[in-house]
């Protein structure tokens, strides 16, 4: 079973609509961070978690939000969707504050289109 | 700032030919370096690492050397394979990882038979 999964992997929806990308990890790390991925834009830090209580902004964080259910589950909500949000969507995680913080592991990713 | 510039891409080749892909940082403090790589309709998968200057990286056949003096950490192989075909990814991470990975713009790397 992967260590890190996004659900769902792909989704089409229309502009205006609430969407909600999840990721759950079975890593026990207890950093998580949500990346988008353009052509030639290489990833895009949007939101980072380094625990349960902590929720950062990445470079581009606006129009999206984040919610760290539990050290497992981090999901990234898009409030109101827009065609410029069409991308792929990454998951990665890292240890905490014992052990390798700095060696990140990915999900699959979700293939998010916005009509 | 910290930042991560790599060689634009496509990169196409033909199978056992050598492979260069440059990336070259910015960074405060000493930096840990470090390649991924995407295949296609995957996630980015750690390929390689360096903690410290002039510490060589390895995997899979591909190598990197920390190049401080010319902040550098080119990645090479010597014989590149059809299955090799992916995109490639430079990152850099400050702080002993209290902040969260830099990544260039990626590489796609195309090897044809």
Request: charged share 20%.
């Amino acid at each position: 079973d992967a260590d890190v999964t996004q659900t769902p992997r792909n989704r089409i929806t229309k502009t205006g609509k609430r969407i909600m990308l999840e990721c759950s990890q079975t890593k026990g790390h207890d950093r998580m961070y949500w990346y988008r991925q353009d052509p030639g834009l290489g990833l895009r830090l949007i939101y980072y978690s380094f625990d349960v209580k902590d929720i950062n902004k990445g470079e581009i964080s606006d129009g999206y939000s984040v919610s760290r259910q539990a050290q497992a589950k981090f999901s990234l909500s898009l409030e109101s969707a827009i065609p410029n949000q069409t991308a792929l969507y990454f998951c990665a995680t890292s240890e905490g504050r014992r052990g390798v913080r700095d060696t990140q592991y990915f999900g699959p990713g979700t293939r998010l289109t916005v009509l | 700032g910290n930042s991560v510039t790599q060689m634009e891409g496509p990169v196409t080749l033909s199978e056992e030919a050598f492979l260069t892909i440059n990336c070259t940082y910015t960074a405060t403090g000493y930096p840990s370096l470090f390649w991924y790589v995407q295949y296609p309709g995957e996630g980015l998968q750690l390929l390689l690492k360096a903690t410290k200057a002039d510490d060589k990286g390895s995997n899979k056949g591909f190598e990197a050397t920390y190049r401080k003096e010319t902040t550098s950490f080119h990645l090479e192989k010597g014989s590149v394979q059809v299955s090799d075909s992916a995109v490639y990814f430079c990152a850099l991470s400050v702080n002993s990882g209290n902040t969260p990975l830099v990544f260039g713009k990626g590489t796609r790397l195309s090897v044809i038979a």
